[in-house]
């Protein structure tokens, strides 16, 4: 019988790996309901106090525990708006419906500081790429960030819970500026992440914003493209909403919003009249009808909502289909199974 997860916690310590987990259940009515487990780690060159992670764990989870059943991992920046995007409502009902293969779900909470966790990085340098905003610099704690989710957070939830532990089976999910870092983790660590999902990713983070053509010349996530070579087998969904803003940087009325993800993927003319690459011009297959065609198997996706806003109820409508993309039944039988790489 499912199970969900209330009230009436039982705390352990797990002083070693400087991790508290708490963990309750009682019976629930509509199947197929989740298990979550609430764990708060250490990440002291993040943060001053424990990170908040939540897992939700697929209904038979613990009931396979004796098969030895594993299961692909999808990791998620913004762990507290979890319920605004309606997560467990959607797996539960996909689940239902036979829409996706099971999967465990960890879902970090922001830092009390989210400007400065939520950024790029260069891994080999090991340095945080800062950009200029408005509100201050942003990604400032990035590559600490970054690298705490890669290095520590993974393997403690391979070494604890039955994950299907390489790439291809993880996935990272993010929006807005959650989405930028999500993309980054994808980049820099393909070894972790196989799969990467970005709604309304805040791809206008730029070295210079001292005017329109200084942004379009030095948007940091497109250098890195540019710069790098595309990283072997990962996957990328980059949603955006078509009314998420006004600006309009060049006046060629499409919004920044969608040309910052557009240009991305399909490269783009510089104002000075060079031609910068984009993902396709590294290798990728692109399908750019992602909205028509949900269940493709493009390496790039670019999912283009026309009335979607810069919000959760818009990034909700969105992760029925990332979840279907990335996690497809097809798969079911070798993602969840008993049987090792």
């Known amino acids: 019988m499912s199970r969900r997860l209330r009230g009436g916690w039982v705390a352990c310590l797990m002083a070693a790996a400087g991790v508290w987990a708490m963990v309750s259940t009682v019976q629930a009515t509509q199947p197929p309901a989740l298990d979550v487990v609430h764990l708060a780690m250490d990440a002291p060159a993040v943060a001053p106090e424990p990170l908040k992670v939540t897992l939700y764990l697929p209904p038979g989870y613990a009931a396979d525990a004796a098969m030895g059943t594993r299961y692909p991992v999808l990791y998620a920046n913004d762990g507290q708006d979890m319920a605004a995007v309606g997560l467990e409502e959607t797996l539960s009902r996909l689940y239902a419906q036979h829409a996706m293969a099971p999967v465990i779900v960890v879902a970090v909470d922001m830092l009390k ?47 604890h819970y039955r994950t299907k532990a390489w790439a291809r089976e993880r996935a990272m999910l993010g929006w807005s500026l959650g989405g930028l870092n999500a993309f980054n983790l994808g980049w820099q660590y393909p070894e972790v992440f196989g799969q990467v999902g970005a ?17 379009e010349n030095t948007r940091l996530a497109h250098a890195m493209v540019r710069q790098g070579k595309a990283p072997a087998g990962l996957r990328l969904w980059l949603s955006v909403g078509g009314r998420e803003e006004t600006s309009d940087r060049n006046g060629n009325g499409i919004i ?35 909205a028509q065609h949900p269940a493709t198997h493009a390496g790039v996706v670019f999912y283009l909502l026309p009335d979607g806003e810069h919000n959760q109820a818009t990034w909700k409508r969105v992760l029925p289909a990332f979840l279907v993309w990335a996690f497809p039944v097809a798969d079911a039988s070798s993602r969840a199974t008993q049987a090792t790489r």
């Open 113 to 159: 500081d989210r400007a400065s966790g939520y950024g790029l990085s260069d891994r080999r340098l090991r340095r945080s790429v800062v950009g200029d905003s408005r509100i201050g610099p942003i990604g400032s704690k990035a590559y600490d960030y970054s690298q705490w989710l890669a290095m520590t957070l993974v393997p403690y939830i391979d070494a």
């Open 256 to 290: 920044d919003a969608v040309e910052d993800v557009q240009d991305l993927v399909q490269g783009f003319r510089a104002p000075d009249g060079t031609l910068r690459p984009g993902l396709r011009d590294l290798g990728y297959a692109v399908d750019m009808g992602g």
């Open 199 to 215: 709604f309304s990713p805040s791809l206008w983070l730029a070295a210079d914003r001292s005017n329109a053509d200084a942004v």
